[in-house]
């Protein structure tokens, strides 16, 4: 979870917990790392992935316009290196990683008039989980 942008993030992540805790995941199998921002989300949850210590992992992040691209070269990077890194490890990653162009878009998308992409991202982690378990198991 990043600390930037901390009462949208930390949204996103009531919204994931609930999600996974109504799904049966027991409170003591949760396990929440916080970081800066969202590099570090993305850098973070490659590092964990590939400890292979985790079931699956959820990213949760905002990145908002400002001024210049920044918003559009860091959500490429982030992204990128998320999807790289649950393709090269096979650990499932969720992206809750919220883009907007303001502070009241991403809130709309942290629990409000857009729903919850914290809880988004959980529910397609769960269903990514429950896909790879009814897969043939190629050892």
Sequence with gaps: VAEFHADITAALEQGAKQTVYDAGVLESHVATYRVAGSFEVAQLTSLLAKQHQHEAIIALSVIIKGETTHDQHLAAAV???????????DVPIGLGVVTANTVAQAKDRAGGTKGNRGSDAAQAVLGLLHTMATLPSYE
């Design 79 to 89: 992204t990128d290196e998320l999807l790289r890194t649950a393709n090269e490890t």
